[in-house]
T-cell receptor
């Protein structure tokens, strides 16, 4: 079984709808992250969490919110989806190894907002 | 704000050729990771380098970290179609908010 899972894998929604993307991990890592990926722009950080009570905004948090329900679960919500939120979304965990922090990504959620 | 640049942006080569891609930072790296991402999947970690001048090898891939810890290269020997993907470099920013480069998209043709 995958260490980092994301649901759903694909989602089409309409402008103005509220949606939630979910992430679960079995790696036992405290740190979790949400990114979006757009062609030519690489990965941009939306939110990150170091534990259940520690949540931080990333580079592009406007229009998004998160909830860390447990060490293993970190969900991302779009309160009122808009078309420019169409993107590939990734959840990741991180752990300190080999002198630096390393990230482990889920398979991604492809979100389309019409 | 740290900026990572990667070059080239796109690279298309024939199977068996050698290639090098580059990653440059506007500031000193905390530690540098290289990831490979295949279409429809999440990035997968290839290597972490920490010490200036460090060289690491992973089968046909050789990773070099610059002495000043502001640049890195990834060299692939005898590329294979399975090497096709998006190669991303990243700084762990001391475990805070990771910063990623835009990536080099490699296509290896059989």
């Amino acid at each position: 079984d995958a260490d980092v899972t994301q649901t759903p894998r694909n989602r089409i929604t309409k402008t103005g709808k509220r949606i939630m993307l979910e992430c679960s991990q079995t790696k036992g890592h405290d740190r979790m992250y949400w990114y979006r990926q757009d062609p030519g722009l690489g990965l941009r950080l939306i939110y990150y969490s170091f534990d259940v009570k520690d949540i931080n905004k990333g580079e592009i948090s406007d229009g998004y919110s998160v909830s860390r329900q447990a060490q293993a679960k970190f969900s991302l919500s779009l309160e009122s989806a808009i078309p420019n939120q169409t993107a590939l979304y990734f959840c990741a965990t991180s752990d300190f190894r080999a002198g630096g922090y390393e990230q482990y990504f889920g398979p991604g959620t492809r979100l389309t907002v019409t | 704000t740290q900026l990572l640049e990667q070059s080239p942006q796109f690279l298309s080569i024939q199977e068996g050729e050698n290639l090098t891609v580059y990653c440059n930072s506007s500031s000193v790296f905390s530690s540098l990771q290289w990831y490979r991402q295949e279409p429809g999947e999440g990035p997968v970690l290839l290597v972490t380098v920490v010490t200036g001048g460090e060289v690491k090898k992973l089968k046909r891939l050789t990773f070099q970290f610059g002495d000043a810890r502001k640049d890195s290269s990834l060299h692939i020997t005898a590329a294979q179609p399975g090497d096709t993907g998006l190669y991303l470099c990243a700084d762990d920013n001391y475990g805070q908010n990771f910063v990623f480069g835009p990536g080099t998209r490699l296509s290896v043709l059989p």
